[in-house]
């Protein structure tokens, strides 16, 4: 079973910055592909970054050059670090730990970003 916990959202007014923290328990959570998510209401979730178990990485287009994902294989950790927010930024955020056959989700954590 895994386990996926994420903290630092918050509010920040536009141009700001946030980081993203995630918890992954688990047996080869090291092993797998880490990934953020964003969801608004009435919207499909929405895939901001993966990173893979060798550290390759993967960004929408939206946040390219603003976003920058990575993990500590030691820690089990994956953050999301978040520059440069705009309003259209604001959502709710969730950590992914797709293991290839299921995905683990964590309850999600509110970034608002103000004009």
């Known amino acids: 079973q895994v386990q996926v916990v994420e903290s630092g959202g918050g509010l920040v007014q536009a141009g700001g910055s946030l980081r993203l923290s995630c918890t992954a328990s688990?047996?080869?959570?090291?092993?797998?592909?880490l990934a953020w998510y964003r969801q608004t209401p009435g919207k499909q979730r929405e895939l901001v970054a993966t990173?893979?178990?060798?550290?390759?990485?993967k960004y929408t287009d939206s946040v390219l050059g603003r976003f920058t994902i990575s993990r500590d294989n030691t820690k089990g950790t994956v953050a999301l670090q978040m520059n440069s927010l705009k309003p259209e930024d604001t959502a709710v955020y969730y950590c992914c730990v797709q293991s290839g056959v299921f995905d683990y989700w964590g309850q999600g954590t509110q970034v608002t970003v103000s004009s």
């Open positions: 688990g047996n080869r959570v090291n092993l797998v592909t």
């Open positions: 990173i893979s178990s060798a550290g390759h990485t």
